[in-house]
């Protein structure tokens, strides 16, 4: 089993960065592919970037390509997301998670098993 923590979040202007973090506990980090997803109230859980396990492989959503760019440190246990160019629309709960397996849709969160807390981060305008 794996625990996930997100940290990183808060307040920023539209225009700014955040860096998030994804902290695990156990010793078989390096062996999860994993995934950022975010939540805005009333709307689905969207995908936002994936990260294979060697950190060589990245896939992101559309709408966040160019701004955003995840990495890990399987020596940390930790993945970040770092996010730049921020928009108001980028407003959402942010939720690291590991994926299931390596044959799970990696852009859905139905191919992912654990879950972070969740990281707020609003963008103003």
């Known amino acids: 089993q794996v625990q996930l923590v997100e940290s990183g979040g808060g307040l920023v202007q539209a225009g700014g960065s955040l860096r998030l973090s994804c902290a695990a506990s156990g010793r078989t980090f390096s062996s999860y592919d994993m995934g950022w997803f975010r939540q805005a109230p009333g709307k689905e859980r969207d995908f936002v970037a994936y990260?294979?396990?060697?950190?060589?492989?990245?896939v992101y959503a559309d709408s966040v390509k160019g701004r955003f760019t995840t990495s890990r440190d399987n020596a940390k246990n930790t993945v970040y997301l770092q996010m730049s160019s921020l928009k108001p629309e980028d407003t959402a709960v942010y939720y690291c998670?590991?994926?299931?397996?390596?044959?799970?849709?990696?852009?859905?969160?139905?191919?992912?098993?654990?879950w972070g807390q969740g990281t707020q981060v609003t963008v103003s305008s």
């Open positions: 990260i294979g396990r060697s950190g060589r492989s990245t």
């Open positions: 998670a590991t994926r299931s397996s390596s044959y799970a849709a990696y852009n859905i969160p139905a191919g992912y098993n654990y």
